[in-house]
């Protein structure tokens, strides 16, 4: 066996249980071979990664994203949704060429690898750019063409349906398995019912899971209530948009029938509290839908409104905002915050991950607990919830790859990478004028 091995470090398992413990990998499968204390001594290393002072614990997943737009990180704030996208957001989206989206997602990933994160749903343009820099970069995701139908011919409707639904096909496994991929209506007042009713019979034939934005504001839940007399999700489940294969980001505004209904058909829900703050969408009832058994994913959003790509600043934020939401300071405790994060993302986006265990895939980051603001370390758990910053990973592992080691990036060139963002960042900018 070809084996890497974590060594010396404390080990956080599925059961939220941090024991002391040695992770080896089986480089071949990219799975997990043993975990236990002093498991490394009974293997021949062929590689190492110095885990002592450190947590190691499973990637976080960042279940709703859209990667590129690190190239718009900073370029419009302190606007509501609907204003945000139409004045600002899809304008300079309308300038971006394909290999700014390279650029961009790259970027993006880069920072994601810094502060642990080994998997992403993404919802873009320009896939095929996508899949390459997730393929070169070591990561795992399931991507998506997001599609708008709205204020668009029908020709040109039809055409990103199409698109959406042929890179779902053709990209399917593509990076030896590591991109999966999902059809990507925008939300339900984006696209309209026809093509939603027609796409996601299409989507079932060939197994294409869906993923959309649901009930973000209240300005996407009142268009339907109107017209169609019923909730957003009642009007999703009449399509067929509801199984449990897809999953829907944010879900804010959602009623009790409607959670139940999320319970019922397996649908998971992702939750993006700082996007939700920035827009001042509203609050996610978190704790009511993890009652009910609705599975809680979380995810950044893109980075134009969070602004950063941080997953442990996400599941502080959902920690926070679950409880000023529920009224209630034990509402999203720590462990279900970090759970949401790692297996329950993971799960809502159906790839493997989110737990370290023997046969799983070694989706690993590796966290340093020797900085000021970890000391002491009473409870563990606690600090990954709320003490622990994504720059505090000091090695992230994908697949059995080591993807960064000691802080340094292995699969991406960093430097060239940030330059290179920088340069189309100013020039996308100055085109969109
Ligand atoms: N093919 C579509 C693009 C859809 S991609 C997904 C879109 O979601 C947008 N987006 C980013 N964050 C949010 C959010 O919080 N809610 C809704 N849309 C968002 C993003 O800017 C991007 O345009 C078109 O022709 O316009
Ligand atoms: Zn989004």
């Known amino acids: 066996m070809n084996t890497l091995c974590i060594i010396g470090g404390r080990v956080l398992r599925p ?43 499973p990637g976080l997943v960042n279940a709703h994203t859209h990667v590129a737009m690190t190239l718009l990180r900073g370029y419009a704030d302190d606007k509501p949704l609907g204003s945000w996208l139409r004045e600002d957001i899809w304008p300079a989206e309308a300038a971006l060429e394909a290999d700014d989206v390279r650029a961009g997602t790259e970027l993006g990933i880069v920072e994601m690898i810094r502060s642990g994160t080994t998997a992403f749903a993404d919802m873009y343009f320009e896939v095929p750019k996508v899949v390459a820099a997730v393929e070169e970069s070591g990561v795992r995701a399931r991507l998506g063409h997001g599609v708008v139908t709205v204020a668009k011919d029908d020709e040109d409707a039809a055409a990103d349906v199409e698109e959406s639904l042929s890179v779902a096909r053709e990209f399917d496994g593509a990076a030896d398995g590591r991109v999966r991929t999902a059809f990507m209506p925008h939300s339900l007042t984006t696209v309209g019912e026809d093509f939603l009713r027609e796409a996601t019979a299409t989507a079932r034939e060939d197994g294409i899971p869906l993923h959309f934005h649901a009930n973000e504001t209240t300005d996407e839940v009142s268009p339907i209530v109107d017209d169609y007399e019923k909730r957003p999700l009642s009007y999703a489940d009449d399509l067929g948009m509801l199984t449990e294969d897809d999953f829907v980001a944010h879900g804010v505004h959602v009623d009790t029938e409607e959670i139940e209904l999320l319970a019922a058909r397996g649908t998971s829900v992702v939750h993006c509290p700082a996007s939700n703050m920035k827009l001042a969408s509203g609050i996610a009832p978190v704790q009511e839908m993890l009652d009910a058994g609705v599975n809680v994913g979380i995810g950044t959003d893109g980075a134009a409104s969070n602004n950063d790509l941080d997953v442990f600043d996400e599941l502080r934020d959902a920690a926070m905002l679950g409880k000023l939401g529920a009224d209630d300071a034990s509402a999203v405790p720590a462990e279900a915050a970090v759970t949401a994060a790692t297996a329950g993302s993971a799960d809502a986006i159906g790839l493997p991950g989110g737990r370290i265990k023997t046969g799983a895939p070694a989706d690993i980051a590796v966290v340093d607990f020797d900085a000021a603001h970890l000391a002491p370390a009473h409870d563990v758990v606690s600090h990954l919830a709320y003490a622990v910053r994504g720059s505090d990973v000091r090695h992230t592992v994908c697949d059995g790859q080591v993807l960064m080691e000691d802080g340094a990036v292995l699969t991406l060139d960093e430097k060239r990478v940030v330059e290179e963002a920088r340069e189309r960042a100013d020039a996308l900018a100055e085109r969109a004028g």
């Open 15 to 57: 059961d939220c249980r941090v024991e002391p413990a040695d992770v080896v990998v089986d480089r071949d499968s990219g799975n997990v071979a043993d975990v236990g204390e002093n498991a490394a001594a009974d293997y021949d290393a062929d590689e190492t990664l110095d885990a002592e002072g450190c947590v190691v614990m």
